[in-house]
């Protein structure tokens, strides 16, 4: 691993202290009130949430149960609500029986129907952080964060053949995560309508994968801009391995760098990490590299309406992040002479994909914990789990959005290719 356990390891929230024993004895009336408060906060769900001694609210014989292990545990979370459950749940001081991402489900359905009355009391809960936007140096340490945990990390549970850290492309449900990942990458070269030697720019490259399929099976040229030299690094040395060096190029550069000309503009997975205050700019770095008869691409995780990251995964996972609302989405396009052409909503396919991640994440929780430690290993289960419900319930979306300059009237007239042939066949193939 290229970062110590305790650089990496979820930091112990000052108020929620180390793991420790279970407190004696039974709760008293007031912490018994508290819980039905909780209760009445998360909007009743059809959960059992129970204190220490077995004191507890809603149904006994539902499949789902959240247990607060100790008094300590109850007041910081009545305090906090929002950060909270998660710092709690990471330092093992409340557990959850059932499986997690249904448990999730279920509260969190529960949450936002509550949310819809505007209680005060929920939307303590859901108190999230609004972002705007970070300057270059915060993007660095917000991407060095995240994404810099060390290839080893990830190597775990992404797929083994890319690695792509984003949404995959279930196009039949029976498909592995490797043949998803696959079709996702196929998916977006049919989009783009990639033909030989032609020149793309991808803004934020991951482990690399995508530009190394569209130079493999489209033949064109690829320069790639990330600012996380973990993973510059994976991909400078996969592209030498497959000899494709001489077609992709890796630049360790903040996206408002890029410049150059192109005949296709993607980017998949970035936009979250840019912020409405930088989509100008963002959108200004695309009308001036993009050919006037060039096409572009787009896939973010979003939102139905706005709002901020909750501030849990703000502060512990993934800092910075804004997943836009479609309104402010569209903002971005509308600040230069760009023209949406097409969005697909891929929300479903991005709660399956994270379902196999969890998965390959549970099946070597050890090696995981013996990297970092028991919190790390919580925490990221919570947040895997968490993502899964989120998208389930549709508080998170997976946009894929089309564009081209307004000017551009060499589109196609239907959709016929995109669905000529199954996206496991690359459509490009230079045989």
């Not at 979820?10 to 420790?20: A, D």
């Not at 936009?271 to 008869?293: S, W």
């Not at 973010?300 to 836009?324: D, Q, S």
């Amino acid at each position: 691993m290229s970062r110590s356990s305790s650089e990496v390891a979820t930091r112990r929230n000052e108020n929620s202290g180390p793991l420790r024993a279970l407190s004696g004895g039974s709760s008293r009336a007031v912490e018994r009130r508290m819980l039905h408060a909780l209760g009445r906060m998360v909007g009743s769900p059809p959960l059992r949430i129970e204190l220490w001694d077995g004191a507890g609210v809603g149904p006994e014989g539902s499949e789902g149960r959240i247990r607060i292990e100790d008094r300590g545990a109850l007041y910081h979370l009545a305090a906090q609500p929002n950060m909270g459950f998660g710092d709690l749940f990471s330092a093992g001081r409340i557990h959850v029986d059932g499986r997690l991402p249904d448990v999730l489900e279920t509260l969190f359905g529960s949450l936002h129907r509550a949310r819809d009355d505007r209680s005060a009391l929920v939307n303590r809960f859901l108190e999230a952080k609004p972002q705007s936007g970070a300057n270059q140096r915060a993007a660095r340490k917000n991407i060095h964060h995240h994404y810099d945990l060390g290839n080893d990390f990830y190597r775990l549970w992404l797929d083994s053949e890319a690695m792509q850290y984003t949404c995959a492309y279930f196009e039949t449900p029976e498909l592995t995560l490797e043949q998803a990942q696959r079709a996702k990458m196929e998916h977006v070269c049919r989009k783009l309508q990639l033909q030989p030697g032609q020149e793309v720019i991808e803004a934020g490259c991951g482990w690399g994968g995508l530009a190394r399929y569209m130079a493999r099976e489209y033949g064109v040229r690829v320069r790639s801009y990330n600012i996380s030299r973990e993973q510059l690094d994976f991909a400078r040395q996969k592209a030498k391995e497959e000899g494709l060096d001489d077609r992709v190029e890796y630049i360790e550069d903040d996206y408002r760098n890029i410049d150059g000309h192109c005949d296709a503009f993607v980017s998949v997975g970035m936009l979250e990490h840019v912020g409405p205050a930088n989509y100008g700019e963002f959108a200004r770095v695309i009308e001036r590299c993009l050919d006037p008869a060039g096409r572009g691409l787009i896939h973010t995780i979003g939102r139905n309406r706005p709002a901020g990251m909750h501030a849990w995964i703000e502060k512990r996972i993934f800092p910075g992040a804004h997943p836009p609302a479609i309104g402010e989405f569209m903002d971005l396009f509308e600040s230069a002479n760009l023209s949406v052409q097409d969005v697909e909503n891929l929300r479903l396919h991005y709660a399956q994909t994270l379902e196999h991640w969890l998965e390959r994440f549970d099946e070597h929780q050890e090696q995981v914990r013996s990297w970092y430690d028991e919190e790390f290993v919580r925490a990221w289960r919570l947040y895997l789990a968490g993502s899964i419900a989120s998208f389930r319930v549709g508080t998170l979306q997976l946009f894929q959005t089309t564009f081209a300059p307004a000017q551009n009237n060499e589109l196609p007239g239907n959709r016929h290719y995109l669905y000529g042939q199954p996206a496991t066949e690359p459509g490009g193939s230079l045989d």
